[in-house]
Nanobody, 124 residues
Framework: VQLQASGGGLVQAGGSLRLSCAASVRIDSNYAMAWFRQAPGKEREFAAAMRWNGARTVYADSVKGRFTISRDYAKNTVYLQMNTLKPEDTAVYYC??????????????????WGQGTLVTVSS
């Protein structure tokens, strides 16, 4: 499985970006897809996750109400719509995939496959 993330860039505070993550193979309905982010000098942190069948979506408190995770089932692609961006959202954003849902959806070690990361820079 290969995950190809894209869509990062430079944006001013208050702006929006949409990240995409395309999987090289069909994503099973029971799989979980997630977005994590890692700022310079910090640990990788959870942003959002969803069950591929759409049954559940979860968000970190820091992005709730501003970010939306969604999917295109036919394209095997997961998105992260990021609105009202803040300088503290600056990070490399990674998509990840695991087989099945887990209560530890916010833990990086729970995921089997990772995209290469896409850089988001929010200027003040």
């Amino acid at each position: 499985v290969q995950l190809q993330a894209s869509g990062g860039g430079l944006v001013q505070a208050g702006g929006s970006l949409r990240l995409s993550c395309a999987a090289s193979v069909r994503i099973d309905s029971n799989y979980a897809m997630a977005w994590f982010r890692q700022a310079p000098g910090k640990e990788r942190e959870f942003a959002a996750a969803m069950r591929w069948n759409g049954a559940r979506t979860v968000y970190a408190d820091s992005v709730k109400g501003r970010f939306t995770i969604s999917r295109d089932y036919a394209k095997n692609t997961v998105y992260l719509q990021m609105n009202t961006l803040k300088p503290e959202d600056t990070a490399v954003y990674y998509c990840a995939q695991r087989t099945g849902w887990t209560v530890r959806f916010d833990q990086p070690f729970e995921y089997d496959y990772w995209g290469q990361g896409t850089l988001v820079t929010v200027s003040s």
